[in-house]
């Protein structure tokens, strides 16, 4: 693919310190990520649905047809960025988690473990960091929340001597993991429900790190606020200290 297709694409130029190859990456990945992030939901709810829907193999089959057609696109997302990347080793050492994600729900244990990516894909809308954390914290957690819920709901309700067989514990499991609480009263016993917890618990020290670096953040942003508020209002003058007389000037 060639770069000069988003060179004539995208008006202005490469920012500076950043190669055209580099450009080209952040060119795709900005007009690439608000369509992944729709397809990331649309994704979710269809996999919502298999999961808690009856339906007829003729649907069911309809709806896994989607759900790969889908997955197909993330696919194809990762090879464009790989294509137009100058450096392909340090292109697949920055995101060998996503292709790690994007080949293990090939087998059938970890299927789940395609709307993770999916969601994933949502945090690419944000520029900035703070936004990142604030997409992060308002929507990507919650959806989480939800997706383990359904993933461990679909591994533990049909399973010998499983505590988890209604949604609704699922999701209360997925809160009391990720909060690190950990009541005891439902856990998992298959393999996947157990890899989904795993996932859980790294997400919640996560959130209580995006918390604290949220809250720190917001501090210094007041702190440096103040300081520069102070530093613009205008001085007072201190009093000038007049000498003390002599003894022949008091006579």
Known sequence: MSLDYFD?????????????VEHA??????????????????????????VLAEFTPAALFDVVLVNDIIWGIFIVDFIVRFAISHDKWRFVKRNMVELISLLLPFFRAFRMFRV??????LTRVAQSLQGKINLYLGLVLPLLVFTCSLG???????????TITQFGDAVWWAFV???????????????????IAVLLML????LVSLIT????SWFLSRLELDLDIKQRAPGK???KRTAPKGRHEAN
């Open 213 to 216: 670096i949220s809250i720190g």
């Open 177 to 195: 993991t990720i909060t690190t609480i950990g009541y005891g009263d439902y856990y998992p016993i298959t393999f996947e429900g157990r890899a």
């Open 25 to 50: 990456v952040h060119i795709w990945e900005r007009w690439s990520s608000l369509p992944l992030a729709v397809l990331a939901l649309v994704y979710l709810a269809l996999y919502a649905l298999e």
């Open 116 to 121: 993770i990516v999916a969601i994933g894909f």
């Open 237 to 239: 003058r201190a009093p």
């Open 8 to 20: 004539a694409t995208e008006q202005g130029s490469p920012a500076a310190g950043e190669t055209r």
């Open 203 to 206: 997400s919640g020290l996560a």
């Open 152 to 162: 461990v709901y679909e591994a533990e309700h049909k399973a010998p001597g499983a």
